[in-house]
Each structure stands twice: as structure tokens, then as C-alpha cells.
């Protein structure tokens, strides 16, 4: 289930550091740690709200798209925002030699990545309509943040 998927992406994590960065590695950890906890949390809504099988997919998917975007955005702002915006000391995961987007794409790569997967997250809204329209504004608020 979510929680024995989320400890496991923490066992890659933790073992993935001073590996050399792979793509697989990367998108396996964070499927299993970020997406998962906003995909189960978005689950938990959606069946509260009474939402049918398909919506519920919808739902899945959206999470997973900005569980990831969260993730890459995340790991670029380590990179270039200062300790006084992020309110975190800042360059840790280079430091520890974690597996990070930035890394293994690159910033300008990372950047592209989560705009792709904001755009994918906003797609999967689509049969939703209008009440689709608070998560779509979450989504670019994830990618758009700066800390």
C-alpha cells in the first residue's frame, strides 16, 4: 500500500546517496515517497465527495503529476534560491550527494520537466470541468512557487 511505498522510496533515497544519479532511481523515489503521499491524500478526498471509478483514476493521476512537479520544483529551488527565501538552509542535497532532478537533467531540463508534468496534472482535471478548477490553480501554484 501507500505507506509501505513511501518507506521504500525513503530506503532508495537514503541508499541512493553517492551513487551516481540515475533517471530510473530518481523517478522511482519520488513516485514513492511525494506522489504517493499527495495521491493517496487527494484519494481520500475524492471518495469522501462520493467520486465514481474514472474520477477517481482522474484524481490518481493528477496526484502523481503533481507529486512529481512538487519533487522537480523542489529540488531546483535547493539549487538557486537563497536560505532567507526558502527558510531552510539551501544546497543540502548536493552536499549529502542525494539523487536530485537538477543532478541528473540539469536545472533548465528539471524546469521543463515540471512544467510538463504541471500541464499533465491540469489535463487529467479536464473531465471535471469548472470543479476542476481549485486543483488546476494548485498545480500552478506548486510549479510557480519560490519557496
Do not use: W
Amino acid at each position: 500500500g501507500t505507506v509501505r511505498g513511501m518507506i521504500a522510496g525513503q530506503v532508495h533515497d537514503i541508499e541512493g546517496e553517492n551513487q551516481q544519479p540515475a533517471e530510473q532511481l530518481l523517478e522511482r523515489i519520488h513516485r514513492a515517497k511525494t506522489g504517493a503521499l499527495l495521491r493517496c491524500s487527494l484519494r481520500m478526498g475524492a471518495i469522501h465527495a462520493g467520486a465514481r471509478a474514472e474520477e477517481l483514476e482522474a484524481i490518481s493521476e493528477y496526484g502523481e503529476h503533481i507529486g512529481l512537479a512538487f519533487q522537480i520544483v523542489d529540488d531546483v529551488l535547493d539549487v538557486e534560491e537563497s536560505a532567507e527565501v526558502l527558510g531552510k538552509t539551501p544546497g543540502k542535497d548536493a552536499a549529502q550527494h542525494k539523487i536530485t532532478f537538477p543532478a541528473v537533467y540539469g536545472l533548465e531540463e528539471s524546469k521543463r520537466m515540471a512544467e510538463r508534468e504541471r500541464a499533465r496534472a491540469r489535463a487529467s482535471l479536464e473531465r471535471f470541468g469548472p470543479r476542476g478548477e481549485r486543483l488546476k490553480q494548485l498545480a500552478d501554484l506548486v510549479v510557480d512557487r519560490k519557496a
